[in-house]
């Protein structure tokens, strides 16, 4: 289980962990640093990248997390998105992602290369 949480508000970055099922008890077993504020987090549909918006002022970005073999995320370099990024969905073929704004509610359409690259934004 991957968990976006507020650095801005004292949150570690995107955290790491496991959902017990029958208990409902959340384990966050390590943090991964590195994002500002990664509120928004989805994972591609062949399970190799996490995707993540991070809501930086004045600009946000949303950035690829290639996954190891073990499902730990690392930070890559993304693309800059509109003001207050929100919410990321990438498309069922994996060949495209989403984001949406708060500020402005516009929509964003970024398409996927190779190994979870993200291209710069197809529409504003």
């Known amino acids: ?15 790491v962990g496991t959902l017990d099922p029958a208990t409902g008890t959340l384990t966050v077993d390590h943090w991964v640093p590195g994002l500002t504020d990664p509120s928004g987090l989805d994972l591609a549909p062949d399970g190799r990248t996490l995707y993540a918006v991070s809501e930086r002022d004045p600009t946000g970005t949303v950035s ?16 800059k998105t509109g003001a207050g990024p929100a919410h990321v969905r990438v498309h069922p073929n994996g060949k495209v ?18 190994a979870g690259t993200i291209s710069p934004r197809a529409r504003p």
């Open 1 to 15: 289980m991957y968990l976006g949480s507020y650095t801005s508000e004292g949150g570690k970055g995107v955290g």
């Open 64 to 79: 690829p997390l290639p996954l190891d073999g073990t499902g730990n995320p690392t930070v890559h370099n993304g693309q």
């Open 97 to 114: 992602l989403f984001t949406a704004d708060y500020d402005g509610g516009s929509v964003g359409v970024y398409p996927l290369g190779g």
